[in-house]
Structure formats: structure tokens, C-alpha cells
């Protein structure tokens, strides 16, 4: 049975406050007006040149205080569009800077949450395949699916404040946005909040129960004299998988490609579901290197870490293919409404976006190539920590431009989510590990897995 150590319980408590005082810091510094929006994006400009003043460096970034200016100069109809199209440009700017501590929220509590969805999905395709080799990892599987109720209930929290109308992350959820933008009001039969919500609730009960039920087959049938357990958990494995390959897909829609809802890509399930995929494989490596360092886990052998870090670098070889296929059909075709979404990036995020990319294709290329690394556990270590936070730049890429647009930076509250939600997942997923021995022994292909070697 594991115990939960003293210092790293410890650590992800650190972790939880140091997070939660970023983020607290990065609520209380949003602008409430616009006129502190303008004055934060003047001071900002004002840092990275002395030798101009703030207001000159804010006409050149939004050209709000020129449109203004020039708005008492016009006459009749065309003064009164321009002042329009001011007020209209100021609002949108104290949105974007009013979202950047809800964005950095959100992108950390989905960051986490799509971790534990990866890692059950891929404990689905082993019980459903009923692979032999991976019976020993099982309960590792299990325990970092704990965290899949809390985060989820967190992201559906941040979801219903947002339809509250708490932040701006989702600007189909304003009415008055709805009501002058055909495109938004022909999708409101799908895209209005009641539905919007119930699909949520309606996505996390499904994967919840698979969950629960399978942990308790799992559990039960350490303690039967017959397979009947395993074979219930087959069943409910295969039919939750096919359940898993739509919601996840709608999920993804829902809850990322919605911030944008003037674009879409017919990849996007896909896309997203390689990312999860590869960063819950990835925490599974984590997780059973640490705890076999510490003394448990005696019968994971250096052919399982193998086999990990062959899906490591086999899915991020599938997730680079998804991007590559996204972003090349859709710039090779150059319909306006498209590439919007991947110019909007490349000219605002081009750090994070290429970054991303070398993060999550180049490096597991270059280090996880070769069969004898895989089995080295620094090796693994070093990718899945490079892997990792790639993916996360993946979702913040995701989320951050349709909700701040060029307001983004990688800050006090960005860190403090991430850090907020590391210690959130480390203290429940370890939590969990101790409530049930590490070896599901009474597994029928246990043996097979213990004897695992090539």
C-alpha cells in the first residue's frame, strides 16, 4: 500500500498556495473601467520605450485615443461612427484585459482535467484490448483518474460563470453580440447556455461513472474466485469507449473551439484528443518512475517504461500529424474565414505557437527515437516534462488568443494557475494511490505482466 509522504504532500500544498495568490493577484490587478484598460496598456507601452510617451505608444497599439481625436473633427453621420467604433474598440480591449485572469484559470483547470481524460481513456483501450502487459500499471491508471470529478466540476463551474456572465471568455453568451452577428445567431439552437451546460454535465456523468464502476470491478475482482469482475469491466470498457470518442469530440468544441465560434475545423476532436492522449500516457511514465524510486512499484520493470515511452513518442508523432494536416489545408486553401484563426497566432503567439511544436514533436523525435533511451528513466523524464509543458502551451495557444487577444502574456496569473492546479492534481491523484494497494492481483493477465520482457 502506498503512503503518502509528508514532503510531497507538502509540496503540492505549496504549490496549491503559491498558485492561489497568483491568481488572487491576477483577479485583483484587472482593469474595471475602461479608462484603467487604457491607462495599463499605455504604462505597458511606455515600459518597453522611454524615449515615447504612454499615450502615443497606446495609439500605436490600438489607435483608440487617434479615433477619438479625430472623431471631434468630423461632422454628421461620420462622426457618430467613429465615436461608435471608439467606444465599441475600448469596451473590447477592457474585455481582453479582463479575461487574462479567467483565461489563465481556464486554461490550467482544462490543462489537468484533460490529463485524467487522457489516462482513462487509455486505461479503457487496455481493459478493452485486454492487453497483457499493462495490468501492473493499472492502479497508477486508476488513481490519476481520481482527479477526473473534481477538475471536471471545476471546469463546469468556470463554464456556469462565464454563462453569469462573470468574464468574456465565450462572446456567444452575450446577447447583444448574438444580436448583431448572423453568423453566432445561426448556431444558437446549439450555442446557448441551458444546453450548453446540460452537455457538460451530461459529458463528465458518463466518464464519472465508467470510472467508478470500473474501479469497482477492479477492486472486486482482487477478491473473487472467478474472472466474472474482469469480464464486466471489458464490457463496460468497450461500450464507454465508443461513448468517449463522441463526447470528447463535442467537449472539444464545446468548451475550446467556442471561444472562436467564427471558425472551425472538422479535425478539432481529433486534435485535441491526441494532445490529452499523449499528456495522460505521459503522466502515467511520471508517476510510476517516482513512485518506483521511492521503493514501490517492484514489479514495473524497465519494458514497461519501454512500452510508455513508445506510445510518448508514437502519439506525439500523431498529434504532429493532426497539426500539420489542420494547419496545411487550411492555409493552402486561404478562405479568409480560416486562416484568421493561424494568422491571428503566428503574428501575435509566434513564440508559443512554433515553440509548442518543436516542444512537442521535435524534442520526443530527437530523444525518444532511440529504443535504448526509452528504457533510460531520465531520458523519459526530461521528454515527459518537455511534452508536458508543450501541451499545456498547446491548450493556453488554444484558448488565449480568441479570449485576449494580443494582451497575452505568460505572467504572475498564468504561473499561478498552472502552479495552483499542479499541487490540486499531485495532492488528489496521490491521495487516491493509497487507497487501494498498487498491484491489481487479481487481474487474469497479472502474471503476463510481471513476466513482461523483451
Known amino acids: 500500500m502506498y503512503t503518502f509522504s509528508h514532503k510531497l504532500r507538502n509540496l503540492a500544498f505549496t504549490f496549491m498556495v503559491i498558485g492561489f495568490i497568483g491568481l488572487v493577484y491576477g483577479f485583483l490587478s484587472a482593469p474595471s473601467t475602461v479608462e484603467e484598460a487604457k491607462a495599463m496598456v499605455a504604462t505597458e507601452h511606455y515600459g518597453e520605450n522611454h524615449d515615447t510617451d504612454a499615450a502615443t505608444h497606446h495609439e500605436d497599439s490600438s489607435h483608440a485615443d487617434q479615433t477619438h481625436d479625430n472623431s471631434h473633427q468630423s461632422e ?107 453568423l453566432i445567431a445561426g448556431k444558437t439552437g446549439f450555442l446557448n447556455v441551458p444546453f450548453f451546460l446540460a452537455r457538460a454535465i451530461f459529458f463528465l456523468g458518463g466518464w464519472t461513472l465508467y470510472r467508478y464502476f470500473s474501479r469497482k470491478f477492479s477492486l472486486a475482482q482482487d477478491q473473487a474466485n472467478d474472472n466474472s469482475n474482469h469480464v464486466k469491466n471489458f464490457r463496460i470498457s468497450a ?163 480568441s479570449a485576449v487577444g494580443d494582451q497575452w502574456f505568460i505572467g504572475i496569473p498564468e504561473i499561478g494557475g498552472f502552479l495552483f492546479f499542479l499541487g490540486l492534481f499531485l495532492y488528489i491523484v496521490f491521495t487516491e494511490l493509497t487507497k487501494a494497494p498498487l498491484l491489481a492481483k487479481g487481474d487474469p493477465y497479472m502474471g503476463e505482466s510481471e513476466r513482461f520482457h523483451y
Do not use: C
Open 239 to 401: 461500450g464507454f469507449l465508443v461513448f468517449y470518442i463522441v463526447t470528447e469530440s463535442i467537449m472539444s468544441w464545446d468548451w475550446i473551439m467556442s471561444i472562436d465560434p467564427h471558425w472551425f475545423s472538422t479535425l478539432f476532436g481529433w486534435y485535441v484528443f491526441a494532445s490529452m492522449f499523449v499528456s495522460g500516457i505521459t503522466a502515467i511514465a511520471l508517476i510510476s518512475i517516482y513512485l518506483k524510486s521511492k521503493g514501490y512499484l517492484e514489479f514495473v520493470n524497465d519494458s514497461h517504461i519501454h512500452d510508455l515511452g513508445k506510445f510518448m513518442f508514437g502519439v506525439s508523432i500523431f498529434w504532429t500529424y493532426l497539426w500539420f494536416s489542420q494547419f496545411m489545408l487550411i492555409w493552402y486553401s486561404n478562405i479568409p474565414e480560416e486562416v484568421t484563426y493561424f494568422i491571428t497566432r503566428i503574428e501575435d503567439y509566434n513564440i508559443t505557437f512554433f515553440g509548442m511544436v518543436a516542444m512537442n514533436f521535435l524534442f520526443p523525435l530527437l530523444i525518444l527515437m532511440n529504443s535504448d533511451y526509452k528504457r533510460t528513466n531520465y531520458f523519459i523524464i526530461m521528454a515527459g516534462i518537455v511534452i508536458l509543458l508543450g501541451h499545456y502551451l498547446d491548450v493556453f495557444n488554444m484558448i488565449m488568443p
Open 76 to 182: 454628421g453621420h461620420s462622426e457618430s461612427s467613429e465615436q461608435v467604433h471608439d467606444t465599441s474598440h475600448d469596451e473590447h480591449l477592457l474585455h481582453q484585459l479582463q479575461n487574462k485572469p479567467w483565461a489563465a484559470l481556464y486554461v490550467a483547470a482544462f490543462f489537468f482535467f484533460m490529463i485524467s481524460l487522457g489516462v482513462l481513456a487509455f486505461y479503457a483501450i487496455n481493459r478493452a484490448a485486454q492487453a497483457g502487459w499493462s495490468p501492473v500499471l493499472f492502479r497508477v491508471m486508476e488513481g490519476i483518474t481520481g482527479y477526473l470529478l473534481p477538475g471536471g466540476i471545476i471546469v463546469i463551474v468556470i463554464l456556469a460563470l462565464s454563462g453569469l456572465h462573470f468574464n468574456h471568455l465565450f462572446i456567444w453568451m452575450d446577447p447583444e453580440v448574438v444580436a448583431h452577428d448572423k
